[in-house]
C-alpha cells in the first residue's frame, strides 16, 4: 500500500500533491510531443485522445458498452467478495482445512486465469454472465488468500477473550474474525479490484458481445484509432476513479486503525 | 467442601510438540479455591502456568483430572467466569471503543443495564469519560485498566488473571495492583492469579501456590497472613511481608534450579 | 532470531500458542496431497456421472490422455509462451528496480510520481492490447513489450516504497560506518528494501504470466493462449482442458520457483517483510 503517514504537516502535503500533478503534466506533455512528432495515425497526441475518450463517453457507447461492462465488474467483484471472505475466513480459521486445501488453493490462485475464457465461452455462450464468471475465477483468490492469512494471524489472545465472553460459531466469526481480519481482507480485495477490471477487458475482448474491452478490440479491428485510444482512457479513468472510491471506503471502516485518521489524532 | 467456588483436582495438560510427540506440561495440580479467596501461583519461567490457567478456565481441555465450578465440571468458559490476559493489547478489541469493549462482557443484559453497568465499571477502575475513546488513544496501564473493567462488568464470582501487570512498567504495576486489590475488597469475587513476580502475588494474595518446572506439581503453598486492607508502603515496609517473600522465592529458586535442564533444552 | 527464541525461554508458556499453530509437517503434506486427490475425485465425479455437460468438462483421463498425445504442440506452446514471459519479466524487474531506487532515493522525485503511479497502478494492462497491436503488430515484440509495461509497475511500486523505508538509523550507521554513494546503495539501501522488492516481483511474476497467455489469446501470436483458441476452433474440450492445466502448472511452478529462491536468498524476509505491500 502507497504510505500514509500520521499527521503530516499540511504545507508538506499540498506541496506533495502539487509535484504529483506536475508529474502527471510532464507525462502528457511528453505523450503530446511525441504524438506530433512521430506524427502517424497509431500514435495520436494526448489531446487528440482526449477528445476521442471524450467522443466515447457522450456516444450511446455509454449504454451499450460502458454500463454493461460496470454492471459486470461490479457482479463479479461483489460475488467474488462474498465467496472469498467466507471460504477465506473458514479455511484460516481451522488448520485441518487450511491443510486439506492449500495445493489445491495454490494451483487455483497460479492458473493465469484469462486461458478460461475459451471454455468459459463453450459453456455459457458469448455474453456477459461468461463475463461475470470468468471475472469470480479470477478475482476470488485474492480475497480468498489475504482473508485465510488475516484470519490465521489473528492473536490467540484475541479468539481467548472472545470466547470468555461467549462468543461461538457464527458469531465468532462476525464479530471478532471478521474486523479484526479486516486490514488485510481490505488489501485483498483491492487487488481483487483491479483483477476484476482487467479480466472484464480481456474476456469482453475475447467473447464479451458487448462492454468496453469489446469496444476497444472492436475499433482496433475497424481501424477506428481513436476508438481503441478513448476506451482505454475512459478505462483508466474508471479504474482510477473505482480505486480512489475504495480507499475513501477503507479509511472510513477501518478508522479505529491508530493513525488513519487524522480527527482521532486531534483528541 | 461447599464453599468451594473452583476445585481443580489432579489436573494433567499434555500439549503435542512440532514433530508430532506429546509434551507433558502439567503433571498434577490440585488446588481449592473459597469464596473470596484470593490466590496466586507462581512458578518458575517454563512451568507452564499460562497453560494451566486455560486449562483451568476451560480454554482448552486438560488432558486428565477435572475443574469444577460452581458445583459443576467445565468443558467449556463457564458463566460467572472472568479473565484478564497478560496482553491488554491484544486483548482489547481494537475495532471497538473502550465502552464497547467493557460492553462486551454485559452482553445478556437489557440495552439500559448494561449501559449503567459499563458507567459504573469504568467509574471503578478511574476511566470514566473515556468511554468514546479507542484502545490505542490510552496508555498501557489504561487499556489494562479497561480490561478489568471488563471483567468486572458482569459481576463475577471469579476473576482469573494471567500475569496481569506484567506487560507495564513498575510504577503503574503498583497503581494496577491497588486498583484489583480495591476492586476485590469492595466486592464479593474469588481471584485466581498466575504470576512470576513474588511481591505481587505476596502482597494481593491469601494463599501463594509455588508451582514446580515442568511437568509441574505444587510444590508448596505459603499462607500470606498480612493484615488488609494492604498498602504499597506499609504493607511492603513491614518485616513480615519481607519474610514472606524471601519464603516464597526459595521455594521458587529450589523449583528453578531443577529445571535448569529444561531451559537448555528451550533456548536451543 | 536469537530474541524471538530468548523471549520464548523466559516465559516457557509461549511455547503453547507455537505448538497450538504448527502441526507436524508430515501430516500437513498428507493432506495436501489428500485434497488434490479429493479434488481430482470431484472432478471426474462431476465429468463421468453427467452431472456436468461432458463438452464442458472433460474427465481427467480423457485430459491426460490430451496432453501426452500433444505433447509436441504443447511443448513448443509452452516454450513460446515462456520465452515472451521472460523477455518482458526481465526488462520489467531490471527497469523496475533501477527506477524504483532512483524515484526512492529522492524526495522530489517520489512525490513527482505518487499521481501517475496511483493512476497506472489500477489500469487495467490488458485494456492496452489493442493499442500495442496497432503500434508493434503481432510477434513476440509486442508481448513482450506489453509484459514489460504491466509487470513494471507491481516491482517499480513495491522498489520505491521498500528503499523509501529503508530504517533512518540504519542508514546513518552505514554513514558512520564510512559507506557512501554507489557502496551504500548497494550494501545497505537495497538488501534493506529487498524483501519489497521480493514481493513485489512475486507480483508481476504472475501478472506477466496473465498478460503472456491474454495476448496469445487476443492476437493469436501462438503460445499456450492460442493452442487453447485452437481447441475451441477444433471442438476438442479435452485439448483445451489440456492446455490449461499445463498453464496452471507453469504459473504454479513459476510462483513456487521464486518462493524458494526468496526463501533461499532472504532468509530473514518472514520477520523483516511484515505488513509488507
Not at chain 3, 536469537?2 to 493432506?31: D, F, H, M
Amino acid at each position: 500500500m502507497i504510505g500514509v503517514k500520521a499527521g503530516p504537516r499540511r504545507g508538506s502535503t499540498i506541496a506533495r500533491a502539487g509535484l504529483g500533478w506536475l508529474g502527471l503534466a510532464i507525462l502528457a506533455t511528453v505523450w503530446q510531443l511525441l504524438g506530433m512528432e512521430l506524427h502517424t495515425a497509431v500514435f495520436p497526441t494526448f489531446i487528440t485522445s482526449l477528445v476521442a475518450a471524450w467522443h466515447v463517453v457522450t456516444s450511446s457507447t455509454l449504454t451499450t458498452d460502458i454500463i454493461p461492462s460496470l454492471e459486470r465488474t461490479a457482479a463479479g467483484f461483489l460475488i467474488s467478495a462474498i465467496i472469498g471472505i467466507t471460504a477465506g475466513m473458514v479455511i484460516g480459521h481451522y488448520e485441518t482445512v487450511r491443510d486439506w486445501t492449500s495445493a489445491v488453493v495454490d494451483f487455483m490462485r497460479s492458473l493465469p486465469t484469462p486461458l478460461l475464457v475459451p471454455i468459459a465461452i463453450v459453456v455459457f455462450g458469448i455474453n456477459g454472465r461468461m463475463v461475470v464468471v470468468t471475472i469470480i475465477s479470477a478475482a476470488v483468490w485474492p480475497i480468498l488468500i489475504n482473508t485465510a492469512n488475516g484470519t490465521s494471524t489473528i492473536e490467540p489472545t484475541m479468539i481467548d477473550t472472545a470466547k470468555t465472553y461467549g462468543l461461538r460459531g457464527r458469531k465468532l466469526f462476525l464479530k471478532v474474525v471478521l474486523p479484526a481480519a479486516s486490514p488485510q481482507i481490505f488489501a485483498g480485495l483491492r487487488v481483487a479490484l483491479s483483477v476484476s477490471l482487467a479480466v472484464m477487458v480481456v474476456a469482453e475482448m475475447l467473447g464479451g458481445g458487448s462492454g468496453i474491452g469489446y469496444f476497444i478490440a472492436n475499433a482496433q479491428q475497424s481501424f477506428n484509432i481513436g476508438g481503441s485510444y478513448g476506451g482505454v482512457i475512459v478505462l483508466g479513468c474508471l479504474g482510477w476513479i473505482f480505486d480512489t472510491l475504495f480507499l475513501m471506503f477503507e479509511r472510513r471502516l477501518l478508522a479505529w486503525q491508530r493513525g488513519t485518521v487524522g480527527g482521532l489524532l486531534d483528541v | 467442601m461447599s464453599d468451594s467456588v473452583l476445585s481443580i483436582r489432579n489436573l494433567q495438560v499434555s500439549i503435542q510438540s512440532r514433530d508430532g510427540s506429546m509434551n507433558e506440561i502439567t503433571r498434577d495440580v490440585s488446588l481449592e479455591l473459597k469464596e473470596h479467596e484470593f490466590v496466586s501461583i507462581v512458578g518458575p519461567s517454563g512451568s507452564g502456568k499460562t497453560t494451566l490457567l486455560r486449562a483451568a478456565s476451560g480454554l482448552r481441555p486438560p488432558s486428565g483430572g477435572e475443574v469444577i465450578f460452581d458445583q459443576k465440571p467445565i468443558n467449556d468458559v463457564p458463566k460467572g467466569l472472568a479473565i484478564v490476559f497478560q496482553e491488554y493489547n491484544k486483548s482489547l478489541f481494537p475495532w471497538l471503543t473502550i465502552g464497547k469493549n467493557v460492553a462486551m462482557g454485559a452482553a445478556e443484559y437489557s440495552n439500559q443495564e448494561r449501559a449503567e453497568r459499563v458507567e459504573k465499571a469504568l467509574i471503578q477502575v478511574g476511566l470514566s469519560g473515556f468511554a468514546t475513546r479507542y484502545p490505542w488513544e490510552l496508555s498501557g496501564g489504561m487499556q489494562q485498566r479497561a480490561a478489568l473493567a471488563r471483567a468486572m462488568v458482569s459481576n463475577p464470582r471469579l476473576l482469573m488473571m494471567d500475569e496481569p501487570f506484567a506487560s507495564v512498567d513498575a510504577l503503574t504495576r503498583n497503581h494496577l495492583e491497588d486498583v484489583v486489590q480495591r476492586l476485590w475488597d469492595s466486592s464479593t469475587f474469588a481471584a485466581l492469579m498466575v504470576t512470576h513476580d513474588v511481591g505481587e502475588a505476596v502482597y494481593l494474595s491469601d494463599r501463594v501456590l509455588v508451582l514446580s518446572a515442568r511437568p509441574s506439581t505444587v510444590l508448596a503453598e505459603i499462607k500470606i497472613d498480612l493484615a488488609r486492607p494492604r498498602s504499597q508502603i506499609e504493607t511492603r515496609r513491614t518485616g513480615r511481608f519481607g519474610e514472606l517473600v524471601a519464603e516464597v522465592l526459595e521455594r521458587v529458586e529450589e523449583a528453578g534450579r531443577a529445571s535448569v535442564g529444561i531451559e537448555d533444552t528451550i533456548q536451543k | 532470531m536469537s530474541q524471538v527464541q530468548l523471549a520464548v525461554g523466559l516465559s516457557g508458556e509461549v511455547n503453547e500458542i507455537t505448538q497450538r499453530r504448527s502441526k507436524p509437517q508430515r501430516r500437513r503434506v498428507a493432506r495436501q496431497i489428500g485434497g488434490v486427490v479429493v479434488a481430482i475425485a470431484i472432478w471426474e465425479a462431476l465429468s463421468s456421472t453427467g452431472a456436468v455437460n461432458k463438452e464442458a468438462l472433460p474427465t481427467p483421463g480423457a485430459t491426460l490422455a490430451a496432453i501426452s498425445a500433444n505433447v509436441g504442440s504443447l511443448s513448443s506452446a509452452l516454450a513460446s509462451t515462456l520465452e515472451a514471459w521472460a523477455l518482458g519479466m526481465l526488462a520489467a524487474g531490471v527497469g523496475g528496480i533501477v527506477l524504483g531506487t532512483l524515484v526512492g532515493r529522492s524526495k522530489t522525485a517520489d512525490a513527482a510520481t505518487e499521481t501517475i503511479v496511483r493512476m497506472m497502478r489500477p489500469l487495467p494492462s490488458l485494456a492496452l492490447i489493442p493499442i500495442a497491436i496497432l503500434i508493434a503488430g503481432l510477434g513476440i515484440k509486442m508481448t513482450s513489450g506489453l509484459v514489460s509495461f504491466a509487470a513494471f509497475w507491481p516491482v517499480f511500486i513495491n522498489t520505491r516504497v521498500g528503499v523509501r523505508q529503508v530504517d533512518n538509523k540504519v542508514l546513518e550507521t552505514a554513514k558512520v560506518l564510512g559507506l557512501r554513494g554507489f557502496k551504500l546503495l548497494y550494501r545497505v539501501v537495497m538488501p534493506a528494501s529487498s524483501p519489497m522488492i521480493a514481493s513485489g516481483l512475486q507480483v508481476a511474476i504472475s501478472l506477466a504470466l496473465v498478460v503472456t497467455v491474454s495476448v496469445e489469446l487476443v492476437g493469436g501470436t501462438g503460445g499456450l493462449g492460442q493452442f487453447i483458441l485452437l481447441a475451441q476452433q477444433g471442438n476438442e474440450p479435452s485439448t483445451m482442458f489440456a492446455g490449461i492445466i499445463v498453464g496452471g502448472i507453469l504459473g504454479w511452478a513459476l510462483s513456487i520457483g521464486f518462493a524458494r529462491l526468496v526463501d533461499r536468498l532472504i532468509p530473514w524476509r518472514t520477520q523483516r517483510a511484515e505488513g509488507g505491500r
